[in-house]
């Protein structure tokens, strides 16, 4: 019998720390453009990580992946500015856009997870050209300190980061 309650006990146990971790998961789809969502694509694009301090993001000189050569710091602004500035943030907002019918960042994001090639095949020839120029360094820029060089998300022969 005393057998049988440490078997239920754990097996309660086991259950409560289901719910409890369950209940702890947080939503992390974006609901708008803030210091995260910006820090996020910019560790992605520089391929290092940032500090943010009261929202205020810092460069470190700690690499996300190895020998990967990602673009510097002022191109990935830029593009993400380009992102800010010509596409909604996620599903919601993107029906409350009049006329917009593109891919939204956080659908574009998982899309290019799991299949780069649609993923940037759904993103308009304006968008990707703004794009582009940021990675070329002809497109304007919110400022940085550009401290590398080329990740790519997009298909081999597309030059454009991971958002």
Same mark, same amino acid.
């Given at each position: 019998?005393?057998?049988?309650? *440490?078997? +239920?006990? !754990?097996?309660? @146990?086991?259950?409560?720390?289901?719910?409890?971790?369950?209940?702890?998961?947080? #939503? %992390?789809?974006?609901?708008?453009?803030?210091?995260?969502?910006?820090?996020?694509?910019?560790e992605t694009c520089t391929n290092?990580?940032?500090e943010n301090t009261d929202d205020?993001?810092?460069?470190?000189?700690?690499? *996300?992946? +190895?020998? !990967?050569?990602? @673009?510097?710091?002022?191109?990935?602004?830029?593009?993400?500015?380009?992102?800010? #500035? %010509?596409?909604?943030?996620?599903?919601?907002?993107?029906?409350?856009?009049?006329?917009?019918?593109?891919?939204?960042?956080?659908?574009?994001?998982?899309?290019?997870?799991?299949?780069?090639?649609?993923?940037?095949?759904?993103?308009?020839?304006?968008?990707?050209?703004?794009?582009?120029?940021?990675?070329?360094?002809?497109?304007?820029?919110?400022?940085?300190?550009?401290?590398?060089?080329?990740?790519?998300?997009?298909?081999?022969?597309?030059?454009?980061?991971?958002?």
């Amino acid at each position: 019998m005393t057998r049988r309650r *440490v078997c +239920a006990g !754990v097996i309660g @146990l086991a259950a409560l720390a289901v719910l409890a971790l369950g209940g702890c998961k947080p #939503d %992390n789809t974006p609901t708008e453009y803030d210091t995260l969502t910006k820090q996020n694509f910019l560790e992605t694009c520089t391929n290092f990580y940032f500090e943010n301090t009261d929202d205020t993001l810092a460069i470190t000189t700690n690499t *996300v992946k +190895a020998d !990967v050569t990602p @673009l510097t710091q002022s191109q990935c602004e830029c593009q993400y500015q380009v992102f800010v #500035d %010509n596409m909604p943030i996620n599903a919601q907002t993107a029906k409350t856009e009049p006329g917009y019918s593109g891919p939204n960042f956080t659908d574009l994001n998982a899309e290019l997870k799991r299949d780069p090639t649609k993923a940037w095949n759904s993103v308009s020839d304006d968008l990707k050209g703004k794009l582009q120029a940021c990675a070329s360094g002809e497109g304007s820029s919110s400022g940085g300190s550009g401290e590398s060089t080329t990740t790519t998300a997009a298909p081999a022969g597309t030059s454009t980061t991971g958002a």
